[in-house]
């Protein structure tokens, strides 16, 4: 059964302090990792899908990293806007269509 | 173009009646899902379709729960003799392509909050 972990399940950091959220998985054949980035009361927005062990995505302050067991999202200076629950989630080769999420981070930038 | 949408944002049923939730996928995806976000977790996974058909119930958690997408677009989740387990925020979500590396975009939910 493919399994996701987060860690921590809640991180509060200082305007510009650069810190990682990390994501553990198992999976039968990875199709895909995914990052979402959730606010309170909204759907999950897409971040980032990252295939292959090695690989890197960025966007603005976020950084994404793979490798076979886990992922790591970097935020570099991060700004009180970047507050919110960031998901990962993986699409293994059983069930291949569907996503399985971790519990997720709760991220809090204080001015 | 417009998103996801789902109705209502939120819905109040005493125990034992039924609901219906509804999603109107972005236009022209063919995958569309069916997720169950209880308060501080990840999203679970309920069901799926491509077009019309229902590939994967897998993740519906009793046979009180029943998903519908009988035109390929707009989809419609109904839950039985709705019980105080069920409460939870109901989330859908599309995608353009069949295949597993197409990004779900999904709606801002369902609150379903049963007394």
């Known amino acids: 059964e493919d399994q996701v972990t987060q860690s921590p399940e809640a991180l509060r950091l200082q305007e510009g302090e650069s810190s990682s959220l990390n994501c553990s998985y198992t999976v039968s054949g990875l199709r895909g990792l995914f990052w979402y980035r959730q606010d309170p009361g909204k759907g999950p927005e897409f971040l980032f899908t990252l295939y292959s062990a090695g690989e890197e995505k960025e966007k603005e302050r976020l950084k994404a990293t793979l490798t076979k067991k886990e992922s790591f999202l970097h935020i570099t200076a991060p700004k009180p806007e970047d507050s919110a629950t960031y998901l990962c989630a993986v699409q293994g080769r059983q069930g291949a269509q569907k996503l399985v999420f971790g519990q997720g981070t709760r991220l809090t930038i204080n001015p | 173009g417009a998103g996801v949408s789902q109705s209502p944002r939120y819905k109040v049923a005493k125990r034992g009646q039924d609901v219906a939730l509804r999603c109107d996928p972005i236009s022209g995806h063919v995958s569309l899902f069916w997720y169950q976000q209880a308060l501080g977790q990840g999203p679970e996974f309920l069901t799926y379709?491509?077009?019309?058909?229902?590939?994967?119930k897998s993740g519906l958690p009793s046979d009180r729960f029943f998903a519908e997408r009988p035109e390929g677009s707009v989809s419609t989740l109904k839950i039985q003799r709705t019980q105080q387990e069920d409460s939870a925020v109901y989330l859908c979500a599309s995608s353009l392509a069949t295949g597993g590396n197409s990004p779900l975009h999904f709606g801002n939910g369902t609150r379903l909050t049963v007394t």
């Open positions: 379709f491509q077009n019309e058909a229902q590939l994967d």
